[in-house]
């Protein structure tokens, strides 16, 4: 048991990473506060990991809403009495869309859901971690906020951000014991496309974006991420801080 009674906090727990986070950290021993926005598929899978005989709670939550995120990280300490880990996961695409191109709308939907919200949830579990002298936060960043052209412009700046907000707060309260990381995943088979807006394959950004993907080794599973953050997660991780776990399959050794 790698995360024995640790209480998980893990956003966007409905699908994909998400989902093979919380069943795999409830494997592990956690007790996991499940969020997301889809309500029935989130249900799917707390009641997957109860019927394992894991620990775990549903949280209606959008990372979007200040209130949501508040709510979120209440509950964890509500029903298990603290907060030891948060996975700041969710996040959406923005359908590759170049920046002479991207409207308002779709830049601060984008930034609220892959950057604000993260910043929220951090914030509010900050003081409870500071209390306890110990907490681990782990970012979903991807690829894209390492590298220029992997998806559209929103996309890319908020994840870039993601990955500048990780290594601040992991220098900035390291002295409490807390460390934070991120895992830049590469291509991974999850529901992200699906709910991408709908890709023009002729446009200038979905063209540029794909200009290294016949570089590409090979896609993951989400359960290859899980492992990742099961990693970052654990007590095995204790020197790693402010680090940007690439998983990619080599796609950026390249
Ligand atoms: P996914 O679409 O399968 O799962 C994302 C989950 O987040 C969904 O259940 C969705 O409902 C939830 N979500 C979306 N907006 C939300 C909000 N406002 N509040 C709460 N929940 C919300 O996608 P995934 O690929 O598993 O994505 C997980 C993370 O991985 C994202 O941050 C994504 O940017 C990142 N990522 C994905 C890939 C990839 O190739 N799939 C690569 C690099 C990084």
Redesign the pocket.
Known sequence: MRLGDRVAVI??A?????RAMAVRFAEEGARVVA????ED?LQDVVQAIQADGGRAVAVV????VRADVERMIDVAVEAFGTLDILVN????MDGMVPAHEVSDELWDRVLA??VT?PMRAIRKALPIMMQQGRGVIVN?A???GLFGSRAGAAYTASKHALVGLTKNVAYQYARFGIRCNAIA????E???MG?NPRLDPASLGVQAAMAGMGLNPRTGK?EEIAAVAVFLASDEASFVNGAILVADAGWTAY
């Open positions: 956003t966007g409905a699908s994909g990473m998400g969020a997301d926005v889809v598929k939550a959008d990372v979007a996961n969710a996040g959406i859901v892959n919200g979903t991807s690829v894209g995943p590469g291509g991974v999850t529901n992200i709910a989400p």
